[in-house]
């Protein structure tokens, strides 16, 4: 298996809007709805739309949006047929937006997803998201911190010694470490 993401351009849009979501699937929005979206925050250059392959072959669609003030990458959406679930895409999709998002300078990956929905919850918490206890317009928040403890200690070491005028470690913003 060798999953990657791609950006969706004039080879690929028709296969990722034409891409349906599995029988029965009701907690994500249809790639229409996600691409219209993507263009519409196109001009801020933070909505991420991808086409996910497993060699030549296109087997789901993920969408980020990147906030970066908060250095928090937000999946919005991941969307896999029915033909290619309970295949690992999911998992191996959601590891590599963990490292696009850590080379962008991300130090957290968050997504939330409908009560009820175990499949989600069971791949989102096997990849290594735990709750927030935030509820987003009626769906759970998950989040996954990007940062090893090294990496951590050198963005405090870093911020302690800028000139934002933090001096003493209690005095950090950790939302916006």
Avoid at 42 to 60: C, M, N, Q, R, W
Avoid at 117 to 132: I, L
Wanted: proline share 3%.
């Amino acid at each position: 298996m060798t999953v990657q993401l791609c950006d969706i351009d004039k080879s690929n849009f028709y296969q990722v809007l034409d891409m349906r979501r599995p029988e029965g699937e009701e907690y994500v929005a249809p790639n229409s709805v996600s691409l219209a979206e993507a263009w519409l925050y196109g001009d801020e250059h933070t909505v991420h739309p991808f086409a996910i392959y497993d060699d030549d072959a296109l087997v789901g669609f993920a969408m980020t949006h990147d906030d970066c003030n908060q250095r928090i990458c937000h999946v919005w959406r991941i969307l896999i047929p029915e033909e290619y679930v309970n295949h690992g895409y999911g998992s191996r999709t959601l590891e590599l937006l963990a490292q696009k998002a850590k080379a962008a300078g991300m130090v957290r990956l968050r997504l939330s997803y409908v009560p009820g929905n175990a499949m989600a919850e069971h791949v989102y918490v096997k990849a290594g998201f735990t709750a927030t206890g935030e509820i987003d317009d009626g769906e759970i928040v998950m989040e996954r911190f990007l940062l090893e403890s090294s990496d951590a200690f050198g963005l405090i070491e870093k911020r302690l010694g800028d000139d934002s005028g933090t001096t003493d470690i209690d005095d950090i913003d950790w939302d916006t470490l």
